[in-house]
């Protein structure tokens, strides 16, 4: 008998059906036992969200600063888990608050101690440095990452922004204005994640991991593409810099926060544009310079 955990934060409720989606073949199969563990913060974050309260999560997000949670079920506590699928949202480039908090908390110590980890990341479509800053909070908990899938909105850089903004702040997930696509990860997608999960059943049951990655790989488990790794990295040096900015400025931090605003969407819709035309011209030189290692970076472990 085996015993897995699905952890997960969802405010949407998209991460959720991701997770229970991976999480079909499992229930069906009489040898394992699953369990779900939905992360609950003492602080509640709003949904939908207003732009003041969205914006004014960055600067505590993206330098991963935790805050407090309430403590999992003793079950989950109390439980030897083999297998371990961790989902979690990308908020400004990082982890989102509530994932930190959790993996920083004596409670993922507890569980997740010399335990393999599949990471779950349901995002608009930049996740690969907030995965790397996953990794890194895995090692400290002393576990091991066995597999990883990065789900995320396959419309155009420019569409999602449009579409994932309506999505937050209406708490609705419908066509933007009528004219745009559905926001977020598609149903057919999150439907289709049910192959993943038989990917890693298994593997779970042979006691093997070894070509697991691999496999989802080829089952397109990683949504990679060069231009937005490109932005991600020189997002996260931006960032960097407002966030100890607002951090180190707290009588100011309103007016800052206002400001950071403004430069996420001039970002966006007058650098970004630019950035990828020039990448996109000097492509098949950056190629063997920098995307093909980029590429197996993110699609390995």
Not at 20 to 46: G, Q, R
Not at 261 to 272: D, L
Request: charged letters at 20%; glycine letters at 4%; aromatic letters at 16%.
């Amino acid at each position: 008998m085996k015993h897995v955990l699905f952890v997960y934060f969802s405010q949407s409720g998209q991460l959720e059906e991701i997770a229970h989606s991976i999480a079909a073949p499992f229930l069906n199969d009489s040898d394992i036992v699953v369990d779900f563990y939905e992360i609950k913060m003492v602080h509640a974050f709003p949904f939908p969200w207003d732009s003041k309260s969205f914006f004014n999560t960055f600067p505590e997000s993206f330098r991963q600063i935790p805050e407090e949670i309430h403590p999992p079920a003793p079950k989950i506590l109390g439980s030897n888990y083999d297998l371990i699928l961790l989902h979690y949202q990308v908020w400004f480039l990082s982890p989102s608050i509530p994932i930190n908090s959790f993996l920083k908390s004596n409670y993922a110590k507890q569980i997740f101690a010399k335990k393999p980890v599949v990471s779950v990341s349901g995002s608009r479509n930049m996740w690969a440095l907030a995965q790397d800053k996953v990794k890194k909070l895995l090692i400290d908990l002393d576990s091991e990452l066995v597999g990883n899938i990065a789900l995320t909105d396959r419309n155009h850089n420019l569409i999602s922004v449009v579409t994932i903004v309506d999505w937050l702040f209406s708490g609705v997930k419908r066509h933007a204005y009528g004219i745009f696509p559905l926001p977020g990860v598609s149903s057919n997608e999150i439907q289709g994640a049910s192959m993943f999960g038989k990917t890693i059943l298994g593997c779970l049951k042979q006691g093997s991991y070894q070509w697991m990655q691999r496999a989802l790989v080829k089952q397109g488990a990683v949504d990679y593409r060069f231009f937005l790794v490109s932005m991600d990295q020189k997002g996260n040096k931006m960032f960097k810099v407002w966030s100890r900015i607002i951090l180190e400025n707290p009588k100011n931090r309103r007016r800052l926060i206002r400001f950071f605003k403004y430069y996420v969407v001039f970002a966006i819709y007058g650098i970004s544009p630019i950035v990828y035309l020039i990448e996109l011209i000097f492509f098949p030189i950056l190629y063997f310079l920098k995307y093909k290692k980029e590429r197996k970076h993110f699609q390995g472990l």
